[in-house]
């Protein structure tokens, strides 16, 4: 195929891998170049495969520490300790804070300008075994799903956006499958960011979301981190509200178009 390295020079100034792939008819899965609308240069993988492709990765929320709950590593909850006086924990979803790197997206937290700058359609989301190697990511994956009903224009054109209207943040539903929601609260008011292609339509949410805002009251701290409480029934025994060993390893990739 063909060497998405041989075309970086036209890819720098592209926004996102939609517009790589739509103005320089790139078509190979990759890392690329994109420049954000304020100059800001950055480097990330592009899925050209899914559905004609044109998929930017923008994030990945890795738990490093199931058993630390909202310690070093959960930014994409809170790194400060369960609490209330932080309920939108480190804020991630609605700030501009950057970290990690494509490359390390499933050995640790990624996010880079384009969860913020890109005005995009739809969202994908492929679940990827940690520690796996870029070019295995899609053959390895546990699960991969997007949405196709340009659901983000009508949010703002991104997550950050819709996380700006729809905060992350304590205090302000089992489920059925086939769809991707956004901002859910359990019934203690603990508010979680994603929920991996589910609608919940329960009150212990904090099972299978990911993310959220500093505090989850119930079970004194236990139930806060960015894979929340994967783990309340023991650690990866899918049993009761726990959740399989192979979710609670793998790293959660989300992609804008
Ligand atoms: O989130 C589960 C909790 O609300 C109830 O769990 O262990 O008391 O049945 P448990
Ligand atoms: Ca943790
Ligand atoms: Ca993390
Ligand atoms: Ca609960």
Same mark, same amino acid.
Request: proline content about 4%.
């Given at each position: ?27 190979? @899965? ?5 420049? +954000? ?9 592009? #899925?050209?495969?899914? #559905? ?9 929320v ?11 590593? @959960?930014?994409w909850s ?11 924990? !480190?804020?991630a979803w609605t %700030? ?11 050995? @640790? ?7 913020? !700058? ?22 390895? +994956? ?12 009508? %949010?703002?054109?991104?997550l950050?956006?819709l996380f700006?209207?729809y905060?992350v ?12 929601t956004f901002q859910v609260? %359990?019934?203690?008011? $603990?508010v979680m960011a994603i929920c ?13 979301c990911v993310g959220g805002g ?5 079970? %004194? ?5 960015d894979?929340t +409480?994967?783990?309340? #029934? ?9 959740? +399989?060993?192979?979710?609670?390893? $793998?790293?959660?990739?989300i992609?804008?178009?």
């Open positions: 195929g063909e060497n998405p390295h041989g075309k970086i020079d036209k890819a720098t100034y592209s926004q996102s891998c939609k517009d790589i792939r739509d103005k320089h008819g790139i078509t190979a @899965d990759g890392l690329y170049y994109l420049t +954000s609308s304020a100059g800001v240069t950055y480097q990330t993988f592009c #899925d050209m495969t899914t #559905d004609s492709g044109g998929w930017t990765l923008v994030a990945s890795h738990e490093n520490n199931m058993f630390g709950k909202c310690t070093v590593g @959960d930014r809170s790194q400060q300790g369960d609490s209330s006086h932080v309920p939108e924990g !480190d804020g %700030n501009k804070v950057t970290f990690g790197s494509a490359e390390a997206a499933t050995d @640790d937290d990624f996010k880079n300008p384009g969860y913020y !700058d890109i005005t995009a359609e739809d969202v994908s989301v492929w679940h990827v075994p940690n520690k796996s190697p870029m070019n295995l990511w899609s053959t390895a +994956s546990l699960l991969r799903y997007h949405t196709a009903r340009k659901f983000l224009p009508l %949010n703002g054109g991104n950050y956006n700006k209207r905060p943040r304590y205090g302000a539903a089992e489920f059925q499958p086939g769809f991707i609260f %359990n019934t203690e008011q $603990a991996s292609g589910v609608k919940p339509t329960g009150c212990n949410t904090e099972h299978f500093g505090h989850f009251p119930e079970g %004194n701290g236990k139930q806060c981190g894979f +409480s994967f783990d309340w #029934d023991g650690y990866g025994t899918h049993n009761r509200w726990s959740a +399989s060993k192979e979710m609670t390893e $793998a790293a959660m990739l992609f804008y178009r």
